[in-house]
């Protein structure tokens, strides 16, 4: 069980990382309440210490100046739900022809590479694809956000001259005199 110590140890610190702390609590009536509803709440959601490191790691990287709403920090503090390793290797196997939207799976696409999960066989590369997922879900839970690459713009359709029987037969044969194989 979180004690009140426990919250008053997080509040200081949000204050610490949060400058604009003082436009959410300007009195001690203030700051008393705010404990005492976060303390009520991170109890009833049943939050452990380790959660509220996780949630104080999630705030020292938020842009913003003030402090999160209790909602916000509980999500922070809650563990996120992570793909299976077989549910992303599904999901990065398929990358060529859908789109991924998991970050992390991306993430670790990238770390892969792409065109090596497309092309290698599966019992090459499925294994380097799993030590890079599981590093970029412990990178995650220890406060790293990733994000997905911007979409790229479809590729262009190429307008190829038609070009007639003798013509074409022209260039295969300077090619092939060029390459040494006359006819």
Request: glycine residues 4%.
């Amino acid at each position: 069980m979180i004690t009140k110590q426990h919250i008053d140890e997080v509040i200081k610190q949000l204050a610490a990382v949060f400058p604009a702390w003082q436009a959410a609590i300007k009195t001690q009536d203030q700051a008393n309440n705010l404990k005492r509803v976060w303390f009520d709440e991170v109890n009833r959601q049943g939050l452990t210490e380790e959660d509220l490191k996780q949630g104080l790691l999630k705030a020292r990287q938020s842009d913003s100046p003030y402090l999160p709403s209790l909602g916000q920090f509980i999500g922070w503090c809650q563990p996120a739900k992570y793909l299976t390793v077989e549910r992303a290797w599904q999901i990065a196997a398929m990358s060529g022809t859908q789109p991924i939207t998991n970050p992390l799976v991306a993430e670790a696409v990238k770390r892969t590479g792409k065109y090596d999960i497309i092309n290698r066989p599966e019992r090459d590369i499925k294994p380097l694809f799993k030590d890079h997922y599981e590093e970029v879900i412990s990178e995650a839970k220890q406060g790293a956000q990733f994000k997905l690459p911007p979409p790229q713009e479809p590729k262009k359709e190429i307008d190829f001259q038609k070009i007639d029987r003798q013509e074409s037969r022209k260039y295969i044969d300077r090619i092939m005199e060029l390459l040494g194989d006359k006819q």
